[in-house]
C-alpha cells in the first residue's frame, strides 16, 4: 500500500480543497493511505468542512503550526518528522511556490516522490517587490526539489515552474452526471427560495477574499438590478471579507436582491436554479467552479484575468474587469442546458478520466 501526504493550507471548500476530495472519492482507497498536512484554522474556527468525511475514509490529519514565513525550517522540520516518523513514500504539495518547502522537508524526510501542483495562474502577494524576489528563489527550489510538476491549467503550470519547464496537466475533475442540469430540481429550488420562473438568478461561487473581486461584482449587479427588478445576485462562501460585503450590500441598498450564503454541500443546486454564472476574478487557474457551472450548462461570463482554457461550452465569455457586462447577461436556454455535460471539452474534466492520470503519477 502507497502512503501519500498531501500537503495544503486547510480543507474548508475550495477549488483544491475540492479537486483532493474528488479525487479521494474515485481513487481505491485499497491501494492507498493518504494523509493530509494542514496549517490554517477552519473558516468556522472549529473543524474543517471535510474534516468528518475524510476520518470516515480512513484519512489521517496532521495539523502544523504555520511557520511558512517567520521560521520556515521549523515548518520543513515539521513535515520532515511527519514523514519520516509514519513513512510516508509520496507527498504531494498544493501551496503555490511554499511547496518548495513542504518539498524540502519530504526530501529530508525520506520521501522519495515529491510532487509539486499548481492550482493557480498569479498571487496577489506578489505585488510586493520582496515577495518577487523570493518566489524567483523559491520557483527555483521548488523545481530542484519536485520529482513530479502537476498543474490544473497551462496557465497554472507556466505560472508556477516557469515558461520553460516541463510539467503535466491533469484537470480538476468533477463528477459530471452531479452537475447535469435537471428541470425539476430549479423549479423546486426556485420554489423553496420564493423566486419566480421569470426571475434572472445571477451566481457566483468562490471565497469571500480580494482575488474573487466581489466588490465589482456587487457593482456590476446593481447596475443590472436598476433596469432589470426580477434579478437577484446569489454569492456562496466563506472568507475574510464577508462582514465588509454585508456593508457594501446594505450601503448600495441591496439587501432584498444580493444573498450572501456560506458554502454548500449541494451547490450544484444552486447552479441548476440559476440563469447566469458571473465571476470577475482578478485572476484563477482554472476555477472548478467554473467547470461545474458549465458542466451545469449556465452562461458564464468571466473576466480577461480568468484563463481562456476555462472556455468548456460556446456560450462562454470573458470580459476586461471595466468592460461591458451588463449587455452579456443573457441566460442560456433551459431546454438546451442538459447538453452540456456531452461537450468534448466538458468531458475532459470528467473525474473517471482525471483520477486515471493522477493514479499514474502516484504509480510512476
Known amino acids: 500500500m502507497k502512503r501519500i501526504l498531501h500537503v495544503i493550507g486547510g480543507m474548508d471548500r475550495g477549488g ?42 480512513g484519512v489521517k490529519l496532521y495539523h502544523v503550526t504555520d511557520n511558512r514565513f517567520k521560521r520556515p525550517h521549523r515548518f520543513i522540520r515539521d513535515i520532515a518528522k511527519i514523514v519520516r516518523d509514519d513513512k510516508y513514500d509520496t507527498v504531494h504539495s498544493h501551496i503555490d511556490f511554499m511547496s518548495a518547502l513542504s518539498l524540502a522537508g519530504a526530501k529530508k524526510g525520506g520521501a522519495t516522490k515529491r510532487i509539486a501542483h499548481s492550482h493557480g495562474s498569479n498571487n496577489e502577494k506578489l505585488d510586493s517587490k520582496i515577495v518577487r524576489v523570493i518566489s524567483v528563489y523559491l520557483r527555483h527550489r521548488l523545481n530542484k526539489l519536485a520529482t513530479h510538476r502537476l498543474a490544473c491549467g497551462e496557465a497554472a503550470g507556466k505560472f508556477l515552474y516557469g515558461k520553460n519547464q516541463e510539467f503535466t496537466v491533469i484537470h480538476n475533475g468533477i463528477d459530471l452526471q452531479k452537475f447535469r442540469f435537471n428541470s425539476n430540481t430549479r423549479h423546486k429550488m426556485r420554489e423553496k427560495c420564493d423566486f419566480g420562473e421569470n426571475d434572472v438568478i445571477l451566481l457566483n461561487v468562490g471565497r469571500l477574499e480580494r482575488v474573487k473581486n466581489h466588490t ?63 465571476m470577475p476574478s ?51 436556454d433551459n431546454k438546451k442546458r442538459g447538453e452540456a455535460v456531452k461537450a468534448p471539452k466538458v468531458l475532459e474534466y470528467d473525474i473517471k478520466n482525471t483520477v486515471k492520470k493522477l493514479e499514474a503519477v502516484y504509480e510512476a
Not at 37 to 51: L, N, Q, R
Not at 286 to 305: I, N, R, Y
Not at 308 to 325: A, H, R, V
Open 16 to 57: 483544491a480543497e475540492m479537486y483532493i476530495m474528488n479525487s479521494l472519492r474515485n481513487l481505491d482507497l485499497k491501494k492507498y493511505q493518504f494523509g493530509i498536512v494542514t496549517f490554517m484554522p477552519s473558516h468556522s474556527g472549529e473543524k474543517y468542512d471535510f474534516e468528518d468525511e475524510l476520518k470516515k475514509m
Open 216 to 278: 465589482h461584482l456587487i457593482d456590476i449587479f446593481g447596475d443590472y438590478s436598476r433596469k432589470h427588478k426580477n434579478a437577484h445576485l446569489i454569492i456562496i462562501g466563506d472568507g475574510s471579507l464577508h462582514d465588509e460585503l454585508e456593508d457594501k450590500i446594505a450601503s448600495e441598498r441591496l439587501e432584498s436582491s444580493v444573498t450572501l450564503l456560506p458554502a454548500q454541500a449541494d451547490v450544484e443546486r444552486y447552479y441548476m436554479m440559476s440563469d447566469v454564472f458571473v
Open 282 to 332: 482578478l485572476f484563477e487557474g482554472v476555477p472548478t467552479v467554473g467547470v461545474e457551472a458549465q458542466a451545469c450548462g449556465m452562461k458564464c461570463l468571466f473576466s480577461d484575468s480568468v484563463p481562456e482554457e476555462t472556455k468548456l461550452i460556446d456560450s462562454s465569455e470573458f470580459i476586461p474587469l471595466n468592460g461591458d457586462w451588463l449587455s452579456h447577461i443573457v441566460p442560456n
